[in-house]
């Protein structure tokens, strides 16, 4: 283009400066040539403003063009293996527990379009529904594989998410606690959640058990639980959640349907759960640097409004000093818990915590150490002690340490 405007101008040139060329012509005839030559300049103008604007056009679409994905670029895996030597010490019972246990968890999360996601994911250990440890031994026998997660979810509108399946826990445990639920626990049936960065909020329905439908809807138990949060930026360097809960799960009269009819410190009447447990929850949660280190406090209360229930209420409240990202990476973290026998659902709280349940009290200590990116050492100290209606009528200390290594990817 820049060429063919040279052409016409120096053919505009000519016309002035060798008029000599141009003897035998007339005046209105040199006009004239002139007067096209300046038109076809106009045209050429136009159309070159007009070239400038498609490729600014096309260069918009090239960069904002997504690129062509494959089935592969849509899946994303994840998983951890944790070794875990443990003792523990229990007056009752039994006095000395030493075990080596494998925790090994395999997943994939498959974006299926624009609006769905969808997951899978196995674990090993058995079929507690909050523990997937399982306990070395038997001379190298193969150990047991469960699934884990199923689940689909539907982000319908912005900021709205329906899920439906057996999914990771949606309500948010303060500290990552385990006063109402234990972190291993896979909650099975769906729930509606907002979250907006600011403001959360979750409607769950989940299945804890049903038979062969011999009995229509009579042989269905099931759960009800609502959250409502609030995540605060204070600062640069603070943040602040707090959040209440309400989880409705009726059980009185049911025999238990977990580990072999344990109730795990909740009280029972002749081989059935005696009260139904409707609880009421409060926690908060603080995030800071204190002199550069990264810090969490935490406070958590619960109680079960059940009007028949005297071994009602549980809080748990703590510390962590420190993140562990990489190697030479330290955290420290403290706890202390008191959760009465029937303060909670009991088959559904820590597992680790004075061995699982509730009518516990004591601390909990933990130091973790980063060996290498993605892989963390850590010990728990368990000082505990296990109330009189777990205990069947006497108290009794149990103390624990826990060592971990642990790899995620």
């Known amino acids: 283009m820049t060429m063919k405007r040279t052409a016409i101008f120096l053919a505009v040139s000519g016309f002035t400066l060798y008029p000599a060329l141009f003897a035998n012509a007339d005046e209105a005839t040199l006009q004239e040539l002139r007067n096209q030559v300046a038109a076809l300049t106009e045209r050429l103008n136009e159309m070159e403003a007009k070239t400038r604007v498609m490729e600014e056009k096309t260069n918009q679409v090239v960069a904002t063009a997504k690129p062509a994905t494959s089935w592969a670029d849509r899946i994303q895996w994840h998983g951890d293996v944790r070794y875990r030597v443990e003792q523990t010490d229990k007056d009752s019972a039994y006095d000395d527990v030493n075990r080596n246990r494998i925790r090994a968890r395999i997943g994939l999360t498959a974006q299926v379009s624009d609006d769905i996601k969808a997951g899978v994911a196995l674990a090993s250990g058995s079929d507690s529904p909050t523990s997937a440890n399982q ?25 709205l998410n329906l899920v439906a399946g057996k999914t990771k826990n949606p309500f948010y445990s303060a500290g990552a606690n385990g006063l109402v639920w ?31 439908g011999s009995k229509g809807t009579d ?51 002749d081989g059935t759960h005696a009260l139904d447990y409707e609880v009421a929850e409060v926690f908060a949660e603080l995030s800071t640097k204190l002199a ?67 009518d516990v009290k004591g601390h909990k200590y933990g130091a973790y150490l980063g060996l290498s990116k993605n892989t963390t050492a850590s010990i728990s100290y368990y000082d505990t002690e296990i109330g009189k209606v777990r205990g069947e009528g006497e108290k009794s200390d149990y103390d624990a340490i826990k060592l971990n290594v642990e790899a995620k990817f």
Request: net charge negative.
């Open 135 to 159: 306990t070395l031994g038997g001379g190298g026998s193969s150990k047991q594989i469960n699934l884990d997660m199923a689940w689909i979810d539907w982000n319908f509108a912005e900021n």
């Open 182 to 212: 234990d972190g291993d626990y896979r909650p099975e049936g769906g729930h509606l959640s907002y979250d907006n960065g600011s403001v959360w909020a979750i409607a769950a329905y989940h299945f804890l058990n049903s038979y062969d």
């Open 219 to 269: 042989d269905i138990e099931e759960m009800f639980g609502g959250q409502l949060g609030y995540n605060a930026k204070i600062s640069d360097k603070t943040s602040l959640k707090v959040g209440t809960s309400y989880f409705y799960i009726p059980v009185a009269g049911s025999v238990s349907f977990v580990e072999d009819g344990e109730f795990f410190g909740n009280t029972e009447i």
């Open 292 to 358: 550069g280190i990264p810090t969490m406090l935490f406070a958590d209360y619960v109680k079960n409004t059940d009007s028949d229930a005297d071994e009602d209420t549980g809080y748990a409240t703590g510390f962590k000093l420190g993140k562990v990202k990489g190697r030479g990476d330290w955290a420290f973290s403290y706890t202390y818990q008191d959760l009465e026998a029937d303060a909670v659902f009991a088959a559904f709280a820590d597992s680790d915590f004075a061995g699982g349940g509730t």
